[in-house]
């Protein structure tokens, strides 16, 4: 049985993602446009400089690893991220999180994917990793995601949810600066 997206803006994030440097605010991050009616986050943090850090990011993003050191439960029906691959969040061994991969980008100096939501998850949205390595050498992450409540639970614990995905967003930023030092 193929689960089925629980939005219907498949694949925003890859617009809503930053993805030159340009029309950045004050937080440092992108001011371009996410779907309305959703929660929006756009969180963005340096991970380290050269070509062995984003290369070592690049891997860990696109082989799940990260997400394995958060760390998470994580299944995924391929090895590497691509575009149409189910990836199953588990949290606490408890909440199941289905996603599929909606967009990937794998450039010289870009790497990263969305997921979105499937039926089953306790959201409705997309999420998306981006690696992005600068003319300085400098290598950042941008996490960026859409989403709202998509059952009884998560509207009852309402405004914990936005606190937790930045949480979330920060620990990705640990774990992939912790992955890039070691590639030095």
Known sequence: MTLEFT?????????????DGTGLDGAGLADTSLPSGYSHLRYRVRIGHGDAAFLAAADALG????????????????????????????????????????WVVDEPD??????GTLTGHPECGEEAFLLTRDPDGGVRLDVTAFSRPGGRVT????????????LYARRCGQVLRGIARSAR
């Open 7 to 19: 939005y219907s803006e498949v694949g925003a994030t890859l617009d809503g993602a930053t993805l």
């Open 63 to 102: 082989t799940f690893r990260m997400h394995r050191r958060l760390p998470v439960g994580v299944t995924a029906s391929a090895p590497h991220a691509e575009v149409g691959a189910e990836v199953t969040v588990t949290l606490a061994g408890v909440v199941r999180a289905p996603c599929r991969i909606v």
């Open 155 to 166: 509207r009852a614990l309402g405004g914990l949810i936005p606190i937790g995905q930045r």
């Open 110 to 115: 870009r790497y990263g994917w969305a997921y």
